[in-house]
């Protein structure tokens, strides 16, 4: 029987806690003793919660570490279909090509890959993780994550070429849109990034007419419930709108997002889920399938 899927799952916010303290301990990083994010902290707050685990996992050795045994622990909670993402960016005790390449030792063909732009940051920095993952069939996808603020130089529709670039690569795109933000975001995301999936999308349903353009496209909706209620994006989880989305023919899936940070496993998201109004074993299943349907292949 094919087991869980997990199409979302952030490499520096999905480390073992005792690979991060002993990885902190080794380099004298001083962090508080919960990292955890709480309920309502907001998007804001729980960002700046990654300094400190990307303190840890400035070189290769750390990443391919930490890479490796999240396809353990996933394998072990019964994940078959995993993808893993991150900001080669933000590991500086290396170029981006060594770090890609310690993130692809440490998976073994275990995960597919995503590559992360950010938010507000230079556009050519996604294209140059395009022209990294184009020698690379380990990496299967590009993201844009994290979320704009009001300073911005760079707009989302500002990627538009980056994504163009890597769609003609067959790199799949995803994008994280409408996480508690303007269902409009959604929009751009699919119609000028060319979005084959969108991360959280929890606003969909504000835009009625999202749905159609959704259904039309077979774009996925990576479901990460308790992130999103800790996040703010939602209020309760009683209010995940996972349920209605199913019962509207949208393709979403169950995703943990970061597993050390909300302190979830797939398996224990999949149980969340199933809790939900409206979830039946049926639409839990289907939500299932939807990840493994989804997943990016090169």
Request: hydrophobic fraction near 45%; aromatic fraction near 4%; glycine fraction near 12%.
């Amino acid at each position: 029987m094919e087991g869980l899927s997990d199409l979302h799952r952030h490499l520096d916010g999905s480390l073992r806690p005792a690979t991060f303290r002993e990885l902190a301990a080794a380099i004298g990083h001083d962090a508080p003793a919960d990292l955890r994010f709480q309920t309502g902290m907001g998007l804001a707050g729980a960002l700046a919660r990654f300094s400190h685990t990307l303190a840890v996992l400035q070189t290769p050795a750390a990443v391919e570490r930490v890479a490796a045994e999240i396809c353990e622990d996933a394998a072990a909670d019964g994940v078959t279909t995993l993808e893993i993402r991150f900001a080669p960016q933000l590991h500086r005790g290396a170029p981006p090509a060594a770090i890609v390449d310690a993130a692809l030792a440490g998976a073994a063909g275990r995960a597919g890959l995503l590559l992360c732009g950010l938010y507000g940051e230079d556009p050519a920095i996604l294209a140059g993780h395009v022209e990294l993952a184009r020698s690379r069939p380990g990496v299967v996808g590009v993201d844009i994550a994290g979320g704009p603020t009001p300073g911005d130089r760079w707009r989302l529709a500002d990627y538009a070429g980056p994504f163009r670039r890597a769609a003609e690569l067959g790199l799949g795109v995803t994008v994280h849109a409408g996480e508690g933000r303007p269902p409009d975001e959604i929009r751009t995301a699919i119609e000028l990034l060319g979005a084959r999936r969108i991360g959280h999308g929890t606003t969909l349903l504000g835009d009625p007419t999202l749905v159609d353009l959704i259904r039309a496209r077979a774009v996925t909706i990576e479901a990460c419930v308790t992130s999103n209620v800790q996040i703010g994006a939602i209020a309760r989880a009683t209010d995940h709108p996972l349920a209605r989305w199913l019962d509207l023919g949208v393709r979403a899936c169950i995703c943990t997002d970061n597993t050390f940070f909300s302190d979830v496993t797939s398996s224990s998201e999949v149980a969340l889920a199933g809790t939900l109004p409206g979830m039946t074993p049926e639409k839990v299943a289907q939500a299932i399938a939807n990840g493994h349907a989804g997943a990016f292949r090169r």
